[in-house]
């Protein structure tokens, strides 16, 4: 019996329970990193079918998922997969959006479902639970994400500044003018006003705003 045959038989005995779970049930072929199947939830909730995903190829994951959370989900799963353990499973939380749609939370959970005969994983299974967007606790989740969202994108930002950069944006952040960070350094006027050209410069701030909102995420305030 082929691994494809032994996989159809063991959707078929979990089928029906799948398609009765309050989550979306997916099963990853990790030969061609192509869906193998996806329970009736998983459909509705991508507006699409495992023929469309295939189609796709690797575009699938780009255009159903917020690639920005990948980055810290992905190696994650790359663990899993190396360490190979059957009772251990991976959370985390995604943003998805179906075909025409919008981003929406949703936490999902993954565990190696198929081994291939040298006992090596070859399919895995994700079940995905949607977040109510009008739970406190969603409200909470879509905060904290956001802002570890933020993190990521600028991270590369924020390891630009240089110490004294560091010192000032601190300042500017609690709205203090030119004058008095100069006052405050002992420095110059002329020389706090470059610095703050050139923070504002490679942080992309265009306002206040801009600057308290980076500087609040990186802790500097």
Known sequence: ?????????????????FNVFPGAVIIHDLRTQHVAYMS??????LNTTVDELQE????????FFNPDEAM????????????????????????????GGAYSWWLSSIRIFMRDEQGLPVFT????????????????????????????????????????ELEIIKLM??????????????????TVKTHRRNIKRKIAAKNQYDVVKFAQAFDLV
């Open 1 to 17: 019996m082929t691994l494809e045959q032994q996989l159809q038989q063991k959707i078929a005995l979990c089928e029906a329970a």
């Open 40 to 45: 009736e939830m998983a459909a509705e909730g």
């Open 56 to 63: 796709m190829g690797m575009e699938y994951h780009h255009k």
């Open 72 to 99: 810290e989900y992905v190696p994650k799963i790359l663990g899993l997969l190396e360490r190979n353990n059957s009772n251990e499973f991976v959370s985390f939380f995604q943003q998805v959006r179906p075909l």
């Open 125 to 164: 299974i994700t079940v995905s639970i949607p977040i109510d967007p009008k739970h406190n606790f969603a409200i909470k989740v879509e905060r904290l994400l956001q802002e570890n969202n933020f993190l990521h994108k600028h991270k590369e930002q924020f390891a630009s500044l240089t110490k004294r």
């Open 173 to 190: 952040a609690t709205d203090n003018a030119a004058t008095a960070i100069a006052a405050q350094l002992h420095l110059s006027e002329d």
